[in-house]
C-alpha cells in the first residue's frame, strides 16, 4: 500500500499509526477503484444510455455529467466516501507529525546545518502569502503548506510527505518522486542536446521531483522555489538527508529572483491546477523571461478537457467541487498551447506528451511511449493502478 520513506526524516510511527495509515490507503484504493468502476458502470447503463439523462438534448460535457451524475446514489456513495478518505490522510499522519514535532524539527535543523550534499535553503521573511494560498486549506490538508507553528518549524514538509503517501497508495514511486523521474527522462528523450546546465522547479513543495533532475543530470545546478517556508526548510533538509545537492529559494514564481536568461529548464509539476488565471499567466511570462534561447519550458500538469470525453473531464473535475481545489477545473478548460502563446513562446515550438511512470516502466517501453505522442485515455492523470502522466510546454526562440 504505502512505500516506506527511507530518508532520515521519514516519520517513526506507531503501530496502530501504520495500521490507521494502510486502512486509509486501502480506503482510498476501494474508492478510487472499486466504487469508481460502479459509478462508471451505473453511468453507463443508466445516465449515459439516456434514461434519465436531462441534458440528452445535446451532447454532454464534463459539467453535464456531473449534473446528471449527483442524483444517483452511487455517485453520493463515492463522493462522500472519497471526502472522508481525504480527510482521514491528514488525520493519521497529523498525529504522528504531532507526536514526533521535536525530533523532527531537531534532526531537520541539523540535517540543513550540516549542508553535507552541499545544498542551499534561502528564506524570505518578507514574502508574502498569495492570497489563493491563504485563503483555503488546499485538498483539506490543514494548515496548507505554509502555515508555521513557531520556531524552524518543519511540520508542514512532514505533513505533505506522509499525507502524499498515504494518500498515493504506492503509486507514485518509492520517494513520491516519479513525475520528476518521469518528467527529465522525456525532456532527456527529447531535449538533452547539450545537457542542461541550470534547471529551476516552480512550485517545488519538499522537492519531491526537483531531486530528480539532480539525479537524472548530476553536473546541473538545481533549484526549486516555493512561497512556503516549512516545505522549503523540510525540502532543504530532505535533500541532505538524500545526499542529492539542491537549492531552495522561498520566491514566488510570479516574480522570479534569477536574471533574464539565466535557466535551461523551468519545469514545474501539479502546480498550476492550483493558481488562478491572472497568477499562471505572471509564471509563464517568468519562465519566458528567466529561460535562456532555446532553454525549455516543462509543466506536468493535469490533462485538459478539451482532449478528454467528457465522463473522464467530470472525474477529474471532481477536485473542483469537492476537494478543496478551486482552480481545478478552470485551469483544465484552458488551452495550454495558447497560454505558453500568450507567454511569449513561439506556436511552432509548443509540444506535450503523455507518458506511463517511469519508476514503474521497462526503459524501452518508456521510450516508445513517451516518442509516440500524447494519446489521452482515461488512465491520463488520474490516480488509479496505471497512470499516465500528461505535461506540456515550448522552446523559447533565440
Ligand atoms: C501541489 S503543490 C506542487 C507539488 C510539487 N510541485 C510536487 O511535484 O511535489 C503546489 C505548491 O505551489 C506552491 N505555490 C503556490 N503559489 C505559488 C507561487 N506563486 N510561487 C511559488 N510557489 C507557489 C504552494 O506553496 C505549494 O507548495
Known amino acids: ?45 443508466s445516465v449515459a444510455a439516456g434514461v434519465e439523462n436531462e441534458a440528452n438534448a445535446g451532447p454532454m460535457d464534463g459539467a ?34 504531532e507526536r514526533q514535532r521535536e525530533r523532527l524539527n531537531a534532526a531537520g535543523k541539523e540535517l540543513m546545518n550540516g549542508a553535507s550534499a552541499g545544498g542551499t535553503l534561502e528564506l524570505d521573511p518578507s514574502l508574502g502569502i498569495p492570497r489563493y494560498v491563504e485563503a483555503v486549506d488546499v485538498h483539506l490538508m490543514p494548515g496548507c503548506y505554509y502555515r508555521e507553528h513557531g520556531g ?25 518522486n516519479d513525475i520528476g523521474w518521469s518528467m527529465a527522462n522525456f525532456y532527456k528523450l527529447r ?32 533549484h526549486g522555489i516555493d512561497v512556503a517556508a516549512p516545505c522549503l526548510r523540510y525540502a532543504h533538509a530532505r535533500a541532505e538527508a538524500m545526499g542529492i545537492e539542491a537549492h531552495f529559494h522561498q520566491q514566488s514564481a510570479e516574480s522570479i ?7 535551461d529548464v523551468v519545469f514545474s509539476s501539479m502546480f498550476l491546477h492550483e493558481l488562478p488565471r491572472k497568477a499562471i499567466r505572471n509564471y509563464l ?15 506536468m500538469e493535469l490533462p485538459p478537457n478539451d482532449r478528454m470525453a ?49 519508476t514503474y516502466t521497462a526503459e524501452e517501453d518508456f521510450i516508445a511511449m513517451a516518442q509516440a505522442g500524447p494519446k489521452f485515455g482515461e488512465d491520463t492523470g488520474r490516480l488509479s493502478d496505471i497512470i499516465f502522466w500528461y505535461g506540456f510546454g515550448s522552446v523559447k526562440q533565440g
Request: glycine share 8%; aromatic share 12%; with cysteine.
Open 191 to 222: 531535449f538533452n542536446n547539450p545537457a542542461p546546465g541550470r534547471i529551476l522547479d516552480a512550485g517545488c513543495t519538499i522537492g519531491h521531483n526537483t531531486l530528480p533532475w539532480k539525479q537524472v543530470f548530476p553536473d546541473a545546478e538545481v
Open 310 to 358: 467528457a465522463y473522464e473531464q467530470f472525474y477529474l473535475d471532481w477536485d473542483s467541487y469537492y476537494n478543496n481545489e478551486p482552480f481545478y477545473k478552470d485551469f483544465r478548460d484552458q488551452n495550454p498551447k495558447q497560454l505558453t502563446t500568450e507567454a511569449g513562446f513561439s506556436a511552432d515550438a509548443y509540444f506535450e506528451g503523455v507518458m506511463p511512470r517511469y
Open 1 to 45: 500500500m504505502t512505500q516506506p520513506i527511507s530518508h532520515a526524516l521519514a516519520l517513526d510511527r506507531s503501530r496502530d499509526a501504520r495500521a490507521r495509515e494502510r486502512f486509509v490507503s486501502g480506503l482510498r484504493g476501494y474508492v478510487l477503484n472499486d466504487l469508481a468502476g460502479a459509478m462508471r458502470e451505473d453511468f453507463d447503463s
Open 257 to 263: 529572483r534569477f536574471p533574464d536568461r539565466s535557466m
Open 285 to 299: 511570462a517568468e519562465a519566458h523571461r528567466v529561460l535562456k534561447p532555446g532553454g525549455v519550458l516543462l509543466n
Open 64 to 97: 453535464g455529467v456531473h449534473r446528471a451524475i449527483r442524483k444517483r446514489a452511487i455517485f453520493k456513495a463515492y463522493s462522500s466516501a472519497r471526502c472522508t478518505a481525504q480527510q482521514m490522510v491528514w488525520d493519521v499522519v497529523m498525529d504522528s507529525v
Open 152 to 176: 524552524e518549524d518543519l511540520a508542514a514538509g512532514a505533513i505533505y510527505d506522509q499525507g502524499l503517501n498515504v494518500f498515493a497508495f504506492g503509486a507514485m514511486g518509492k520517494e513520491l
